[in-house]
C-alpha cells in the first residue's frame, strides 16, 4: 500500500507564501513524477506543476514565476513552495504521484487534499 499526505495548507494574506508538502510512504520502489493540482470551489480540478525523473518541471501559466515544485528523493516527500499568493489561488491542492511500487507495479496515488485560502 501507498499513501500520500499532504500537508502546509492554511490561511494567508494576498501577498504571502506557503509551503506544501507531500509524503509518500509504503512499498515505494521509486516516484516516476509528483504534481500539483488544485481545486477552487464550482471549477474543476487542473494541474498546478508537475516534475517529473530527470528533474524536468513545467507550471500553469497562472503561477509561473510564483510557484516553485521540487522533490527530495531520499524522503520520498514532493513540495509546493507558492510566492506571492493571490486571491485566485484559493483553492483545495492535491498532490498526485506516479509511483512504481516493490510489487514491480506502477500506480497513480492521490493525497486527500490540503485547503490553500488566500484572503485579507
Known amino acids: 500500500q501507498v499513501q500520500l499526505a499532504e500537508s502546509g495548507g492554511g490561511l494567508v494574506q494576498p501577498g504571502g507564501s506557503l509551503r506544501l508538502s507531500c509524503a509518500a510512504s509504503?512499498?515505494?520502489?521509486?516516484?516516476?513524477?509528483m504534481n500539483w493540482f488544485r481545486q477552487a470551489p464550482g471549477k474543476e480540478r487542473e494541474l498546478v506543476a508537475v516534475?517529473?525523473?530527470?528533474?524536468?518541471?513545467n507550471y500553469a501559466d497562472s503561477v509561473k514565476g510564483r510557484f516553485t515544485i521540487s522533490r527530495d528523493n531520499a524522503k520520498n516527500t514532493g513540495y509546493l513552495q507558492m510566492n506571492s499568493l493571490k486571491l485566485e489561488d484559493t483553492a483545495v491542492y492535491y498532490c498526485?504521484?506516479?509511483?512504481?511500487?516493490?510489487?514491480?507495479?506502477?500506480?497513480?496515488?492521490w493525497g486527500q487534499g490540503t485547503q490553500v485560502t488566500v484572503s485579507s
Open positions: 498526485n504521484a506516479v509511483i512504481l511500487t516493490s510489487q514491480l507495479a506502477r500506480y497513480t496515488y
Open positions: 509504503g512499498s515505494i520502489l521509486s516516484i516516476d513524477a
Open positions: 516534475t517529473v525523473n530527470g528533474g524536468s518541471t
